[in-house]
């Protein structure tokens, strides 16, 4: 699944307004996917982020709600989504995904601090190398 990003900085502000477009078609996809009975691998990048965070937070505010798990890995990269204390809209959207995700990985910046366990993420890595090293490859 992919949607539709400008890809140049001084069009941020119309890419945040396209990826809320994007939402509802990915929650279809993923719908369409967990009826099916896959179980999936889901990787995000920036805004995309924010994209499968909220669709997922939808998913779960409906009365069908996909099975337990059905995403094995939710690679979160360089994510894109508010952690003010004030707006953390981060971790609430992770809160309401978590019961469709077996493993959280998240690549960057909003993972607990050092000595500050979170349950709702699985792995936090820094980099490339320290990915690595976390998984044992």
């Known amino acids: 699944f992919s949607w539709s990003s400008e890809g140049r900085e001084s069009r941020y502000v119309a890419d945040i307004e396209h990826s809320a477009y994007a939402t509802p078609l990915l929650e279809a996809f993923l719908r369409a996917l967990a009826r099916e009975r896959l179980r999936i691998d889901v990787l995000a990048h920036s805004v995309g982020t924010r994209v499968v965070l909220s669709a997922l937070a939808s998913m779960a505010a409906h009365d069908d709600p996909p099975p337990e798990n059905f995403i094995d890995q939710l690679i ?3 994510a894109d989504v508010g ?6 809209d981060f971790f609430h959207l992770l809160d309401d995904a978590k019961p469709f995700v077996r493993r959280t990985t998240e690549w960057g ?29």
């Open 109 to 137: 910046a909003h993972g607990p601090q050092e000595g500050e366990p979170d349950d709702r993420i699985d792995i936090v890595a820094k980099d490339f190398e320290d990915l690595a090293a976390q998984l044992g490859a």
């Open 83 to 88: 952690v003010e204390p004030a707006n953390n």
């Open 76 to 78: 979160l990269a360089a």
